[in-house]
């Protein structure tokens, strides 16, 4: 089946026809000069968080969200980020930084150092604080001070065509057959994300604060004076440590169709569970959380992959999905990496489109109970031993080793490689999986080995490698100048989301208690 619709696909490709658009979403902590993090509120020089569409903030008010729009190629989202950056760095208070890293800076206080962001009066910007304040209640601050990469994938409506025709699928709408195929590239990711995490992977140490309101778990030792290293692991972001909630395991969402979907994540919408039920939604008048259910919203449900639809303000990402389909899915699983400026690059971000690009074409069947039961062992495995030599995964219930598996993937790969390199000039997607096979039996070749090979070669703790690399980043970045167009859209867009802002409280009417019912009931009134 890869084979055919390869076969298929290059005449088109040949011809001109760039099939991939994507966008990277890339979240980053201030952090002040010895390396904690920051205290002050959101530079007000950047615009508003609520409304800017390419400068916000995460859970925290100085985790900051540095998101590009859609583009059309590798380059012109990495150039697009890298001005974000500069921009960021042109406003930032004196004396503040950008951290590099996945696992956050010291937090000198524990839990108590992370602030809550400040979204404004308005009642979508109190709705995301409370939402956020749940979260706090939920699983405490610290897991929201974690940073990572999001990764929006999409194709062309002349591709999704091209392939239906390809596959015969003409008897279906093109919104259906579109929104189908995502959910089999999400299994299809869903099976081999691991590869991801061993790839890209670079979060194996993090800074004794982070321990402050919990147990230091087993497999870190420690290095430094005030840091906790992994010595197999390549994510510890996405190992127990980082932002997992087993509460949620019980929903079994195995992504096999969109309706199946839509129920689950509505059934962790409209489940309580009894130890939220005990913090209360709303205590002595004052709201601690949406709701006390297994899930407060949709969002708060964590997953490796997403499938995503732009929605309109006021509209939940279940409506949207609901009236129209799967529009781009969405990457969660990638790590920040410390040694690169913009924590991604090209050779990545062509791996990536290689990778999602084969999940779509690759045969796969459904996920069946016993599967997914089992679905995240692999990535587990990965995320806290993947640097063991001769690790072992599980595929299709045997036992292989990790750099096999990898290595017949790679092979899959080249063939997808050789393919999007139709319409390039050159080859660099297979360019880009041929740097990265040197890590396939040697970990020292990951980012994760080259993150503990920063931090072992002088025995520096984390804050002080990173606070390194974030002087070095900040200077290669400056050294970028932004175009006066860009200057003038950035302005542009700073003014939009002040007036935005201000309209929204303005035209907000009805209680907020009225607010928030009317956002919960479009939830339960989803079929």
């Not at 449900?301 to 129209?324: F, M, S």
């Not at 796969?364 to 990965?382: Q, T």
């Not at 360019?431 to 503990?452: E, F, I, K, M, V």
């Amino acid at each position: 089946m890869l084979t055919r619709l390869l076969d298929g696909l290059k005449g088109p490709l040949g011809d001109g026809l760039r099939p991939i658009r994507r966008g990277i979403e890339r979240e980053v902590l201030r952090v002040d000069a010895e390396g904690c993090i920051a205290q002050t509120p959101h530079p007000n020089a950047l615009g508003h968080k609520l409304t800017h569409p390419w400068i916000t903030t995460d859970y925290a008010e100085s985790l900051m969200e540095l998101v590009t729009p859609v583009c059309d190629s590798a380059p012109e989202v990495l150039a697009f980020l890298a001005d974000l950056h500069h921009h960021v760095l042109r406003h930032l208070p004196e004396g503040e930084w950008l951290w590099p890293a996945s696992m956050p800076a010291r937090l000198p206080n524990g839990g108590d150092s992370v602030q809550i962001a400040d979204y404004g009066s308005s009642h979508s910007g109190e709705l995301k604080r409370v939402y956020r304040k749940g979260l706090r209640h939920r699983y405490g601050s610290i897991m929201q001070s974690i940073a990572g990469i999001h990764y929006n994938f999409s194709l062309t409506p002349e591709f999704w065509r091209i392939l239906q025709t390809l596959e015969g699928a003409d008897d279906q709408s093109l919104d259906d057959y579109r929104t189908a195929r995502y959910f089999h590239l999400i299994r299809q990711f869903r099976r081999n994300s691991w590869l991801l995490l061993y790839l890209f992977g670079s979060s194996v140490a993090v800074d004794d604060t982070f321990f402050t309101d919990m147990t230091v778990p087993d497999g870190l030792v420690p290095h430094g004076r005030h840091t906790l290293l992994s010595e197999q692991a390549t994510s510890l972001r996405m190992s127990d440590m980082g932002y997992q909630n087993r509460v949620q395991s019980q929903l079994k969402v195995c992504f096999n169709r969109l309706d199946n979907y839509i129920r689950t994540l509505k059934q962790g919408i409209e489940t309580p569970w009894p130890p939220y039920e005990k913090i209360g939604v709303k205590v002595n008048g004052e709201w601690e959380q949406i709701s006390d259910h297994i899930l407060q919203i949709e969002n708060e449900y964590y997953c490796d992959v997403r499938p995503k639809r732009v929605a309109h303000r006021g509209q939940t990402q279940l409506q949207a999905l609901h009236d129209n389909g799967v529009e781009y899915i969405e990457v969660r699983c990638l790590d920040i990496n410390p040694n690169l400026p913009l924590g991604i690059d090209e050779t990545q971000v062509r791996f990536l489109d290689t990778f999602l690009t084969w999940c779509l074409l690759s045969p796969g069947d459904w996920i069946g109970e016993e599967e997914c039961l089992r679905l995240d062992d692999n990535r587990a495995r990965v995320a806290t031993g993947g640097r063991i030599q001769d690790g072992v995964l599980s595929i299709e219930g045997r036992m292989v080793t990790l750099a096999e598996q990898a290595t017949l993937l790679f092979d899959q790969l080249a063939d997808v490689a050789a393919c999007l390199d139709e319409n390039e000039e050159g080859e660099l997607h297979q360019q880009a999986l041929r740097s990265l096979r040197a890590g396939l039996n040697d970990p020292a070749y990951t980012a994760s080995g080259q993150a503990a090979e920063a931090l072992t070669a002088t025995g520096d703790d984390l804050t002080t490698v990173a606070m390194r690399l974030a002087r070095q980043h900040a200077s290669t970045l400056r050294g970028q100048p932004l175009s006066d167009e860009m200057v003038q859209r950035l302005e542009e867009k700073r003014a939009q989301s002040i007036a935005d802002e201000r309209a929204l409280v303005e035209h907000d009417q009805g209680s907020f208690d009225d607010y928030v019912e009317r956002y919960l009931a479009s939830a339960r009134h989803l079929s």
